[in-house]
């Protein structure tokens, strides 16, 4: 069955780095549009970015575009989110998600943690 | 961006009766590119409806979905005490994807 599993997330001050990965399985990953959907605390759902397969489309949205990098490697069956400038305001749970526009397949997600 | 407004914000129902969730879009969603999620604490949301109307794997028939243009709802025939949730719309016609602020189903 597919599986999504998140890691990478933690506590991080304004301003520093966290790569997040997520590991998959049980599907055709290469084949597969990926995605990054986030949720702050007590708060609704905000797409961040999707990558197309083999990489070659690639979209954002404008509050992450410029610090955030989504990238894949195929051999691994591993999706990443490289974030760097973090704030404050991008504290949340970040969800790894099968496909880009029907989004069935949904990892438990991981905690990120922007603070002083 | 397309902005999705959800009403009501919070639904007071008991089990056995139907609950209808009403999603807003700010511009025509063409294709019906809408879709519905539910979540649950501590939980990722999970794919209840995709194309405004059908129904996603495993989803059992007291849900369905409905709309177009702008104008969507999701209607629950028989709430049975686990669709007590919040419930997310969302469209993916055009990016940014957007989500709805999310209806919170309760008893």
């Known amino acids: 069955q597919v599986q999504l599993v998140e890691s990478g997330g933690g506590l991080v001050k304004p301003g520093g780095s966290l790569r997040l990965s997520c590991a998959a399985s049980?599907?055709?990953?290469?084949?597969?549009?990926m995605s990054w959907i986030r949720q702050a605390p007590e708060k609704g759902l905000e797409w961040v970015s999707y990558?197309?397969?083999?990489?070659?489309?690639?979209d954002y949205a404008d509050s992450v575009k410029g610090r955030f990098t989504i990238s894949r490697d195929d051999a691994k069956k591993s999706l990443y989110l490289q974030m760097d400038s973090l704030r404050a305001d991008d504290t949340a749970v970040y969800f790894c998600?099968?496909?880009?526009?029907?989004?069935?397949?949904w990892g438990q997600g991981t905690q990120v943690t922007v603070s002083s | 961006e397309i902005v999705l407004t959800q009403s009501p914000g919070t639904l007071s129902l008991s089990p056995g009766e139907r609950a209808i969730l009403s999603c807003r879009a700010s511009?025509?969603?063409?294709?019906?590119?809408l879709a519905w999620f539910q979540q649950k604490p501590g939980q990722a949301p999970r794919l209840l409806m995709y194309?405004?109307?059908s129904r996603a794997t495993g989803i059992p028939d007291r849900f369905s979905g409905s709309g177009s243009g702008t104008d969507f709802t999701l209607t629950i025939n028989g709430l049975e005490p686990e669709d007590f949730a919040v419930y997310y719309c969302?469209?993916?016609?055009?990016?940014?994807?957007?989500f709805g602020p999310g209806t919170k189903v309760d008893f």
């Open positions: 998600v099968r496909g880009h526009t029907i989004v069935q397949f």
């Open positions: 511009q025509s969603i063409t294709s019906s590119y």
């Open positions: 990558i197309s397969p083999s990489g070659s489309t690639i």
């Open positions: 194309g405004a109307s």
């Open positions: 049980g599907f055709p990953f290469s084949d597969s549009y």
């Open positions: 969302h469209q993916y016609v055009s990016t940014p994807f957007t």
